[in-house]
């Protein structure tokens, strides 16, 4: 896959942290060569393995959030690149598995005003080879399989790489739940009546230890999240019309 060039026209960019020392020198680098470390803000969420000084070591932005868990991680940075003023958020990892490089390719159709919210899909990447777990993946296609069913959204990946307008992202009211934010970011989106697209992005073996696939707690926490996600979305009532800005 080509590495396309980074369009970050008017773009924040959160990166969740928790005990990713491993593969954070690799990523600064890869922000500051293209120049969007000083787009990036970076979220520790109580990391033990000294993250959070290699990130303020690089001249990286870091901000803490205390309390435990991946939505209270996004929420906190959405709400710091709120105070930014950027037009689009983006969501990356901070394992080294999203390659900075494609942002450009997720943000393309939202400044283009084709899309206002853009997914990373990583299917074609592992049909390629790139490595992730059976269970990891069974859970993508379910968890794909019941948006569809249950709320007509085609999507064929729900991979947390991802670009969103601002705009929307406060009129989605997201809440800190867990593994479910990028479910209920996706579902929230489509049923508000804004544009949800995807492209494909790469995925790289992350460095480290998986929080989530990587031990059965965490797959078995994922899951419940989500699958508990879907159906509180199902049974509320709809979010209001979003209107662009």
Known sequence: ?????PQPPDVAIVVPVLDEAEALPSLLSELSELDLLTHTVFVDNGSRDGSAALIAEAGGAVIEEPRRGY???CLTGAEEAHRWGNEIVVFMEGDGSDDPAE?????????????DLMIGSRRAAVRRGAHMPLHQR???WLTVALMRLLFGLHLCD???FRAIRADLLEHLDMEPRGFSWPTEMAVKAHLCGARVGSCETGFRARRGDS???GTARGTWAAAVGIFGALLRLRLRAHPAPYRPQ
């Open 71 to 73: 939505g209270y991680a």
């Open 1 to 5: 896959m080509n590495r396309p060039s």
């Open 211 to 213: 929080k989530i696939s």
């Open 158 to 160: 729900n991979g947390p």
């Open 138 to 140: 069974l859970g993508e």
């Open 103 to 115: 942002i450009g390719r997720l943000v393309a159709p939202i400044v283009a005003g084709r899309f």
